[in-house]
């Protein structure tokens, strides 16, 4: 007791932190279902769509711009953006799809989406 009186007086910020540490217990976490939980197939997304809602809506809006593609021969980032409504997630998503079809989706630089005309 005399040892935690001396340290009392020299450190006592570390001596609060071991008094309170003697007095809290730690449970172990219990596993849980619940939806806060981290999961990637239930997480909300912009306006509480789910992962598979807002790649379903990037694959109809493919769909959508590829008609528009083959029409004007390229889009802006912008059409592609109001197409996503201003989801960015969706709209990622298109672009992905968009360059998985074999569409030149270009860059900072050059912010539109043309056909790939190759080499």
Partial sequence: MKLLEVLKNTLPEYILL??????????PMEKTNHINSCDSRVHAYKNGKTMEQCKEEARENTRALSKELLEYGEVSWTRVLDT?????????????????????????????VKLNRGP
């Fill in 18 to 27: 071991l008094d309170i540490s003697c007095y809290v217990s730690c449970k």
């Fill in 84 to 112: 996503a409504g201003h989801d960015e997630l969706v709209y990622k998503l298109t672009l992905k799809y968009l360059r998985q079809q074999g569409y030149d989706i270009g860059n900072s630089k050059i912010p539109r």
